[in-house]
């Protein structure tokens, strides 16, 4: 598959879910209006359309949410998707996650054929870390990280990063993830979906200003290490492990784009920052046992793939960039 620009979609991000058992405050209103479960795919609907794209050419296939963890069923997903992985026609499958279920699943996902995970934590301080996700417990978290160690995977932290909230935070997570063989990746906060009375102008912290900062007490090498996805890292010489930074408003990522992203309701974003979509859901149900038209409506929605997003952070312009929530598009 490969856009208008020239680029070769290689990349899917798949939602399973728009539920989760946090409420982190950059992703989602306290209050959350979920979708009836009608309107979500099945988990065999989800596969069919994920067999699809990797017929399509999709090589790297990574699970989100929402909390994908908390959806009924889905090991199930996950192992028939992992035999692709043990087929050798998808090269990987990881999975994002916020940490909570993976006490439960992550000798499970080590089994399916997941390799490695990343899990969004934006901060080790119990007291911030529960401010954060409105009513989470760092603990739980950290144990469901350790039992992925103990599982084989490899894990990488995700965190986004806050002005005044846990960038004073950023020097104890750059060394426990040292200690523990862990990468780390820097997020800029995306203007997606209403926070009620919360502000994004007031939680943007540009991603620049952060590298400065840490320059001055980290020594940091760039390095050509690339996962698929958009960070860009440095190596940390003092502890060996990667430090990434995702930058999609002080210097977006868009050129290199390879990614596509599934709603669990079938909508496909060719860019997460914009509303343009197509609705594969109908033509799934519309074709049962005929993927001729699922085929081709993936290729005419890639052939809509825009050059890039229209990400802006200002508080002359409050409103969100797109109204759906991250949580809906899949982070």
């Known amino acids: 598959m490969i856009d208008p620009f020239g680029r070769f979609i290689s990349y899917l991000r798949v939602s399973v879910t728009d539920r989760c058992d946090l409420r982190c405050v950059y992703c989602m209103a306290e209050d959350m209006n979920f979708l009836p479960k009608s309107e979500v795919l099945s988990l065999e609907e989800l596969e069919r359309l994920c067999n699809a794209f990797i017929r399509l050419g999709v090589k790297k296939l990574r699970l989100t949410g929402g909390e994908p963890l908390v959806r ?3 090991m199930n997903l996950i192992g ?4 692709q992985v043990k087929a050798g026609t998808l090269e990987e499958l990881t999975l994002t996650t916020n940490g909570t279920q993976l006490s439960k699943y992550a000798g499970d996902l080590a089994r399916a054929g997941v390799k490695r995970i990343n899990v969004s934590m934006d901060t080790l301080d119990p007291d911030t870390f529960t401010r954060l996700t409105r009513w989470g417990r ?4 950290l144990d469901g990280i350790m039992a992925a160690k103990d599982a084989g995977l490899a894990v990488k932290i995700n ?12 020097d104890d997570m750059i060394a426990w993830c040292g200690q523990h063989g862990f990468d780390l990746t820097f997020i800029e906060v995306m203007p997606m979906g209403d926070l009620g009375e919360l502000s994004r102008a007031d939680q943007y912290l540009p991603l620049s200003e952060v590298r400065r900062d840490l320059s001055q007490r980290w020594t940091l090498t760039e390095t050509d290490y690339r996962t698929g996805g958009p960070a860009r890292y440095v190596r940390i010489e003092e502890t060996g492990s990667r430090l990434g930074f995702i930058t999609p408003l002080t210097h977006n ?3 290199s784009c390879n990614r596509v992203r599934l709603t669990c309701t079938g909508q496909l974003y060719m860019c997460l920052g914009q509303d343009d979509d197509a609705d594969l859901r109908s033509v799934l149900r519309a074709n049962e046992g005929n993927d001729d038209a699922l085929d081709a409506a993936i290729r005419a929605a890639i052939a809509r793939k825009p050059k890039g997003h229209d990400f802006i952070i200002d508080r002359a312009r409050p409103a969100a960039a797109v109204e759906r929530h991250m949580s809906v598009t899949g982070g």
Do not use: D, P, T, Y
């Open 72 to 74: 009924r069923g889905i």
């Open 253 to 255: 990522f868009c050129e």
């Open 159 to 170: 965190a986004v990063a806050l002005k005044g909230i846990n960038n004073h935070h950023f």
């Open 138 to 141: 760092i603990e739980k978290v």
């Open 80 to 83: 028939s998707l992992g035999e």
